[in-house]
């Protein structure tokens, strides 16, 4: 019952699930690969190809070619001893290299015909592959089928051509089954779904010509194929092709898929051996019929890729790795790594975009203005910290590594903090010719990984704008204290798109500023003070009578007058030379003024004389003088003046 459940259970799993777990016994146990059937012609000559894996053992084993009678395998030829019967007409040469050893059978004759085996090692010991040798009579003889040897994982090309006359035609290549030939891609863009990604034709020259390429070679691709124009069986232009598919450790195994999340990046390598420098090295994306080619190796990229993919040789494992940037939906499909030689190494890849937030965040578009600072920062998650982190240029030929700044952790620590977890790439100042794209990545033990990829973009400033708003709010800043008078900017400091002024314009101007300024304000100030002593003048000069200047004098009046005359003479102290005649000022104080106000004036000869300095002081501003151009009115007491 258990058993039956299990046979059920790999019933219901899909054909290629199974015979990737469950290989085919022959793949494992005989490695050796030759044609099913050679046919001959009688006294003509046959060749014989057997393959087999080239591992150290094998190139240096016995090989052997014998002929299978009942249940033993009699040796006509073999690396080191040849059957007298064939002495002469038969011979073993070993191809290391090309993986392969060949016999050459001339002089046939009817008795040749039979069943043989070619193998390495001992005779009878599992690495052998059965051959069926026909002899014919007279030609023509059918021919045989192409042989291909394909590694597991590798990728298998195969060229068919049948003439000019069939450029026009169908072409195709299918698989034979036993239900019939099952067709596998066409030159009508019709392709079967198992094979969607995998398989590729192209047309060749001449025409009539054409390529089949599939990669991901696996156990269930073995087998007979045929590639032909037209229908399969309508007509006789067909070619059979077997296909022998077997394991070599030492080949690497590429990934088939890689996921990438949208405006992510995502990782393709490639088995290109770069010591040959004649190979060509290509990236493209499948396409039903032909490959669009994005980048190659020669300094190619294809319109609307720039900045955003970019090659990378690794001579260390005979890889290049390929970075494709800012994933879209539109970038799903199959990826080819392709080359002129090499081209079981040709691959293919399928990327898939998923939904999610990229790991490293940050501007992919900046603007800025030349003579500007500018920062790029690329923010990275904690689980990237211990990865090594770089800004590099990008170009046609690959990623210049800059030297950047990480604000990372100093070490290992618990927290991991957002403003601390950033690289930065800093242009103090920005040129014009800094502009183009900028990847910031991470990568360990030189693989790399995910990367962000940022368009810089450096305009001029605008010189020959006139003065905005926005520049004259600039300008205002200098007189609230940004910058002294007159004073010179550094290049940091004007705004983008002023004009700068000429230094000899600022030193003049500054120095018309210097002087007018205060000049304006001392003769502003010396109207102002005239205008107040002539007011008060004309004030006191109403209070004097000439005809009877005795009737309105009294001793409070006098010293009313030698107390205004004692202000005026405060304030005269104050006033500051404007050019031209000084003012005069006295040396009395306010002090002896006070002092004046407590002498005694009982006496008839301080009332006396008092009134005599009254009408002095009068007369004089009658005349319209000031006190300013006369003789200074002293009030002290007699014993002051001593």
Not at 65 to 92: E, F, H, M, N
Not at 325 to 333: A, I, K, M
Not at 365 to 381: F, H, I, M
Not at 480 to 505: F, I, M, N, Y
């Amino acid at each position: 019952m258990i058993l039956l459940a299990f046979l059920f259970l790999l019933a219901s799993l899909p054909a290629g699930s199974v015979r990737l777990r469950y290989p085919p016994k022959a793949a494992i146990s005989s490695p050796v690969f030759g044609p099913r059937q050679v046919h001959g012609v009688l006294g003509g000559s046959v060749v014989v190809k057997c393959f087999y894996p080239p591992t150290p053992v094998n190139r240096h084993d016995r090989k052997y070619w014998c002929r299978q009678v009942g249940a033993r395998c009699a040796t006509k030829v073999s690396s080191v001893y040849v059957d007298p019967a064939y002495q002469g007409r038969i011979s073993l040469s070993d191809h290391p290299e090309a993986e392969n050893f060949q016999i050459n059978i001339s002089a046939l004759a009817l008795s040749d015909a039979g069943t043989y085996q070619c193998g390495v090692g001992v005779n009878g010991r599992g690495l052998s592959h059965t051959v069926v040798l026909s002899v014919a009579e007279a030609p023509p003889v059918p021919e045989a089928a192409e042989l291909f040897y394909v590694k597991l994982h590798s990728t298998w090309t195969v060229s068919c051509s049948f003439g000019k006359d069939t450029a026009d035609q169908r072409r195709y290549l299918c698989k034979k089954e036993e239900e019939g030939c099952r067709d596998i891609i066409n030159s009508h863009k019709e392709i079967d779904p198992d094979f969607t990604g995998r398989a590729l034709l192209t047309f060749e020259e001449p025409p009539g010509s054409f390529r089949v390429t599939m990669t991901q070679m696996d156990w269930e691709d073995r087998g007979l194929y045929y590639c032909g124009v037209g229908e399969y069986g309508k007509n006789e232009k067909m070619k059979e092709l077997d296909v022998f598919v077997y394991e070599d450790k030492n080949f690497p195994k590429l990934k088939t898929t890689v996921t990438g999340k949208n405006g992510s990046s995502a990782t393709f390598e490639c088995l290109y051996d770069p010591l040959q420098k004649s190979s060509s090295r290509i990236w493209c994306k499948w396409r039903i019929q032909g490959c669009d080619k994005i980048i190659d190796n020669a300094g190619y990229v294809k319109e609307g890729y720039e900045g955003r993919v970019a090659m990378f040789e690794n001579p260390g494992n005979k890889t290049v790795t390929i970075v494709l940037n800012q994933l879209q939906t539109r970038d799903q499909g199959f990826y080819w790594c392709m080359s002129n030689e090499l081209k079981e190494q040709q691959s293919s890849t399928e990327l898939k975009v998923v939904k999610g937030e990229p790991a490293l965040t940050g501007d992919k578009e900046v603007d800025a203005q030349a003579g500007s600072r500018v920062n790029l920062t690329c923010s990275y998650p904690c689980k990237y910290y211990s990865l090594e982190k770089y800004w590099c240029r990008w170009n046609e030929s690959g990623c210049a590594v800059l030297p950047a700044q990480d604000l990372g952790l100093p070490g290992p620590g618990t927290s991991c903090a957002t403003s601390t977890r950033t690289v930065v790439l800093s242009f103090d100042p920005v040129q014009k010719e800094d502009a183009g794209w900028y990847w910031c990545g991470v990568k360990q033990n030189r693989v790399l990984g995910e990367t962000m990829a940022v368009e810089l973009r450096v305009s001029e400033g605008d010189r020959d704008s006139k003065h905005s708003p926005e520049l004259l709010d600039v300008d205002s800043s200098h007189d609230s204290g940004a910058a002294p008078l007159g004073g010179s900017h550094s290049g940091a400091e004007v705004r983008k798109g002023a004009v700068p002024e000429s230094s000899d314009e600022n030193r003049g101007s500054n120095t018309v500023a210097l002087v007018l300024g205060p000049l304006a304000g001392l003769i502003l100030l010396a109207v102002t003070a005239f205008a107040i002593v002539k007011y008060r003048q004309l004030k006191r000069s109403d209070l004097v009578s000439v005809g009877s200047y005795r009737t309105n004098i009294s001793m409070s009046d006098f010293e009313n007058v030698r107390d205004l005359s004692a202000c005026n003479s405060a304030k005269e102290i104050q006033e500051t030379p404007v050019g031209g005649d000084e003012f005069i000022t006295t040396t009395d104080t306010q002090q002896s003024a006070v002092d004046t106000t407590k002498a005694k004036r009982s006496s008839k000869e301080d009332a006396e004389l008092t009134y005599s300095s009254f009408l002095a002081t009068s007369e004089s501003i009658a005349q319209g003088g000031s006190v300013g151009d006369s003789a200074v009115l002293d009030v002290s007491p007699p014993q002051d003046r001593l």
